[in-house]
Each structure stands twice: as C-alpha cells, then as structure tokens.
T-cell receptor
Framework: AQRVTQPEKLLSVFKGAPVELKCNYS??????LFWYVQYSRQRLQLLLR??SRESIKGFTADLNKGETSFHLKKPFAQEEDSAMYYC???????????FGSGTRLLVRP | GAVVSQHPSWVICKSGTSVKIECRSL??????MFWYRQFPKQSLMLMAT?????????EQGVEKDKFLINHASLTLSTLTVTSAHPEDSSFYIC???????????FGPGTRLTVL
C-alpha cells in the first residue's frame, strides 16, 4: 500500500537549533516526493521536491531509498519557519498526491 | 509562481441546500485539477480528480452524486456539495496541475459550514 508517515505531530525547537522533520514512505515503484508548507492562515505551498535537489529557505531533503525516508532538515531554525509541514508522495502517473498527517513546527525565540 | 484562486473563501448554508465552490487557475491553463477535504488538525484527503472536458474520477468512498464536479474550461473547476448536511462541514481545497513543472499549486481553501 502507498503510504506517507510523519511520526511527529508537533516539533518544538528554539531559534537557531537544527531541525529535522521526519517522513517515511511506502511505495513499490520509483517514488517522487515533496514537502509542502502551510503557514498560518495561508495556502499550502510547495517547499521542495526531491528530483530538483534544491535548497529552499535553507531547507534540504534527501531521498533515502534504503530507509524509505525523505526527512526535511534545516541547520538553524528561524521563528518564521513555524508552520505546518506536509510530506507528500506522488501516486502513479496521474500526479495524484498522498499526504502525510503533517508536523507542526514551532520555533521558539 | 502559478496562482490558484477559490471562491468563496467561506460559506454558511442551511442543511438541505446546495453549495458551489469555484477553483480557478489564474495565470496558467490546467487540464487537471484536484479537490481535497481537510478536517480540523488533519491532513488533506483527496476527494476527486477533475479533468477538463471529461468526467471527474472520484476516490474510493467519495459519493459522486453528493459532490458534483464540473471542469468546463481550462481554468475553472467547480465542486457542488448537493443537499448539504452538517457532516459535510469542512475545509475544501483545490489544486491545479501546472504541467510545465508537473506540480500541483493549491488554492487558499473554502470553509463550508452547514447549519
């Protein structure tokens, strides 16, 4: 079964601390994975996708096929990073997305 | 980036009435749009895929007669919640597939409250 798991509902860190939001997936084919972010009262926005291997707002994510993970990392968290983060898996060739349950990141001053 | 709008942003209706929600891609054409439902503090659940010029495809467990989807143009998809009941109260979000990037861009969502 295709599934995305985000084990942490809430992650609270202090400003300047490193952040790692966990995402594990279950997919039999070649996965395409995304991280979306939803700031308070704003729409869901694409943060990054694994195939582009880019760093957005200091965040990076590496696809680890052996561990079936796509963890989101940032070395130094900022208060403006506080938001809801969703990991998503593209499902088959239809471009449908399967979303994880989301992790709320709270960066304290 | 590509912009997707939704209208209305919130709506309150009486039980038994129907409500239409519009989803528009403002600066690109989208042959494929998606409709999601999000319950409070929960993730997005895909309801259906809206295809321009053809019938929508619904996810398992979603009533097609309850949630009517029309994708009459390359920039507009509509979701009509028919004979709404309080349990239909939710946050409905659409997205449009930007084929130039093969990426979904999301609308701001519509909060539906059925009294």
């Amino acid at each position: 079964a295709q599934r995305v798991t985000q084990p942490e509902k809430l992650l609270s860190v202090f400003k300047g601390a490193p952040v790692e939001l966990k995402c594990n997936y279950s997919y039999s084919g070649s996965p395409e994975l995304f991280w979306y972010v939803q700031y308070s009262r704003q729409r869901l926005q694409l943060l990054l996708r694994h195939i582009s291997r880019e760093s957005i707002k200091g965040f990076t994510a590496d696809l680890n096929k052996g561990e079936t993970s796509f963890h989101l990392k940032k070395p130094f968290a900022q208060e403006e990073d506080s938001a809801m983060y969703y990991c998503a898996l593209r499902r088959d060739s239809s471009y449908k997305l399967i979303f994880g349950s989301g992790t709320r990141l709270l960066v304290r001053p | 980036g590509a912009v997707v709008s939704q209208h209305p942003s919130w709506v309150i209706c009486k039980s038994g009435t129907s409500v239409k929600i519009e989803c528009r891609s403002l600066d690109f054409q989208a042959t494929t749009m998606f409709w999601y439902r999000q319950f409070p503090k929960q993730s997005l659940m895909l309801m259906a895929t809206s295809n321009e010029g053809s019938k929508a495809t619904y996810e398992q467990g979603v009533e097609k007669d309850k949630f009517l989807i029309n994708h009459a143009s390359l920039t507009l998809s509509t979701l009509t919640v028919t004979s709404a009941h309080p349990e239909d109260s939710s946050f409905y979000i659409c997205s449009a597939l930007f084929t130039g990037e093969f990426t979904q861009y999301f609308g701001p969502g519509t909060r539906l409250t059925v009294l």
